[in-house]
Antibody, heavy 120, light 115 residues
Framework: DVQLVESGGGLVKPGESLRLSCAAS????????MSWVRQAPGKGLEWVGR??????????DYAAPVKDRFTISRDDSKNTLYLQINSLKTEDTAVYYC???????????WGQGTLVTVSS | DIVMTQSPDSLAVSLGERATINCKSS????????????LSWYQQKPGQPPKLLIS???TRESGVPERFSGSGSGTDFTLTITSLQAEDVAVYYC???????????FGQGTRLEIK
């Protein structure tokens, strides 16, 4: 079975940085396109960004509101996806989900999410 | 950016009845010449991550009950749940993908409850 397990969330202060991790298993990670989606408390879903497989170029795409502060990367040797968030803002408070994403944009597998709370 | 607007925001339907959720895109989501659309539907139950129900506007995912169906093309799409079951209580989201430049947006969600 596909498993995606996020970690690294917690309470951080505005302006600080944080790195989230997503441990993947149950599929060939190095061939998968991966993505992050976030959900503020009681709100809807917001796409954060996408990382293609290395064999497909390994390129990233980001949502406009986060592209200057967020970086998605992967370590195929560890079957792990990362999300680096810099200069955290209160509006970054959300559950961050790690997902697999098909080439046509459907998110077909989701982790349980990790909560990031940004507050002074 | 493409804006996705769902209607209604919330919906209460009796058990066994039909539920219909609409999703309108601010731009055409048609891809290629085979009437395929970059439109997906998700179900999110309380305390759980979303679950992909339908992709390509009308292709049901493996394991999704047949009472769930998607339709529409271009800018107007519908998710229909025939014969509503108690376990269908959830928030439903539509989502579009645009390839140039790559961008993804979700509708605001529709909360479905039992009447």
């Amino acid at each position: 079975d596909v498993q995606l397990v996020e970690s690294g969330g917690g309470l951080v202060k505005p302006g600080e940085s944080l790195r989230l991790s997503c441990a993947a298993s149950g599929f060939i990670f190095k061939k998968a396109w991966m993505s992050w989606v976030r959900q503020a408390p009681g709100k809807g879903l917001e796409w954060v960004g996408r990382l293609k497989s290395t064999s497909d170029g390994g390129t990233t795409d980001y949502a406009a509101p986060v592209k200057d502060r967020f970086t998605i990367s992967r370590d195929d040797s560890k079957n792990t996806l990362y999300l680096q968030i810099n200069s955290l803002k209160t509006e970054d408070t959300a559950v961050y989900y790690c997902t697999t994403i098909r080439w046509f944009g459907s998110f077909d597998n989701w982790g349980q999410g990790t909560l990031v709370t940004v507050s002074s | 950016d493409i804006v996705m607007t769902q209607s209604p925001d919330s919906l209460a339907v009796s058990l066994g009845e039909r539920a219909t959720i609409n999703c309108k895109s601010s731009q055409n989501l048609l891809y290629g010449s085979d009437n395929d659309n970059f439109l997906s539907w998700y179900q999110q139950k309380p305390g759980q991550p979303p679950k992909l129900l339908i992709s390509w506007a009308s292709t049901r995912e493996s394991g999704v009950p047949e009472r769930f169906s998607g339709s529409g093309s271009g800018t107007d799409f519908t998710l229909t749940i025939t014969s509503l079951q108690a376990e269908d209580v959830a928030v439903y989201y539509c989502q579009q993908y645009s390839s140039t430049p790559p961008a993804i947006t979700f509708g605001q969600g529709t909360r479905l409850e039992i009447k």
